[in-house]
């Protein structure tokens, strides 16, 4: 008997990856037109895209909404039906692009088996490489977000908290005594976002995966030691499979 495999849903599109007019969304006009609501969720999609290439290139407080409604192709009452301002925007944007960035963390990091090192070897390298696959988006998420208001930094905060997640499989490991565990697994998060951080400040997305093997090190060492974190760092082999570019991304980086 043969076993009919689910479709699987289309993936979702992380903001920044497409350009705003992008034609394939357009509207169509004439008799049979689509419902209100699917227009309004091709237009918040398309704000999405336009509003990360706009804060990406202009920076979050020289972006202003008109410029954001022309490269999204979508009229200022649209957006403001959509959204109460440039900062609700931004908030809405920042957290349908991370909810995609761990998604595809999450998979990797389930998919990869039981070896907590390997695991946190595929989670690590998904965020590097969809991250330079959609530049805009990186800079938006990641240097843009400090600009953005006290909402959006409690955001970015509460983001950095979630991903001790990752650590949750880590065994006890070597770490010594008297040092928090938790502590410390917040000193690595904060570690990690910084690198990556200074990178993407600097116009150095597309660089994000050499950063590989020293941010897998510096997740894996306290918790491995020295000899097993040096093996977690080896190169990128076929058998860890394609590169992760962001779903409609316009090229994957190795």
């Not at 010594?176 to 938790?182: H, K």
């Not at 941010?215 to 918790?223: H, K």
Request: with cysteine; net charge positive; hydrophobic share 45%.
């Amino acid at each position: 008997m043969t076993t009919q495999r689910r479709p699987q849903p289309a993936p979702v599109p992380l903001p920044g990856a497409r350009p705003g007019r992008d034609p394939d969304r357009a509207i169509k006009r004439g008799p049979r037109r689509v419902s209100a609501e699917v227009v309004a969720a091709t237009q918040r999609d398309r704000l999405f895209d336009g509003l990360v290439q706009e804060v990406a290139t202009k920076g979050y407080d020289n972006a202003r909404v008109s410029d954001i409604c022309h490269a999204a192709g979508v009229t200022r009452p649209a957006f403001y039906a959509l959204f109460t301002g440039k900062e609700d925007a931004f908030l809405a944007t920042y957290r349908h692009g991370i909810a995609v960035v761990s998604q595809l963390m999450e998979s990797a990091y389930r998919d990869a088996g039981p070896a907590w090192p390997d695991a946190a070897r595929a989670a690590l390298r998904t965020l590097l490489e969809v991250l330079a696959s959609v530049p805009a988006f990186a800079r938006m998420a990641l240097v843009e977000v400090d600009a953005a208001g006290p909402d959006a930094r409690r955001e970015r905060d509460a983001l950095l908290g979630s991903f001790r997640r990752f650590f949750a499989d880590a065994g006890p490991g070597p770490v010594a005594a008297g040092v928090d565990r938790e502590t410390l697994v917040s000193t690595v998060v904060g570690g990690i976002h910084a690198t990556i951080r200074s990178r993407v400040a600097q116009g150095r997305a597309e660089e994000l995966p050499l950063l590989l093997p020293v941010l897998i090190y510096a997740a894996t060492a306290p918790f491995l030691g020295a000899d097993d974190a040096a093996r977690a760092t080896r190169p990128v082999r076929p058998d860890d499979g394609p590169s992760t570019a962001a779903p409609c991304a316009p090229t994957a980086h190795p």
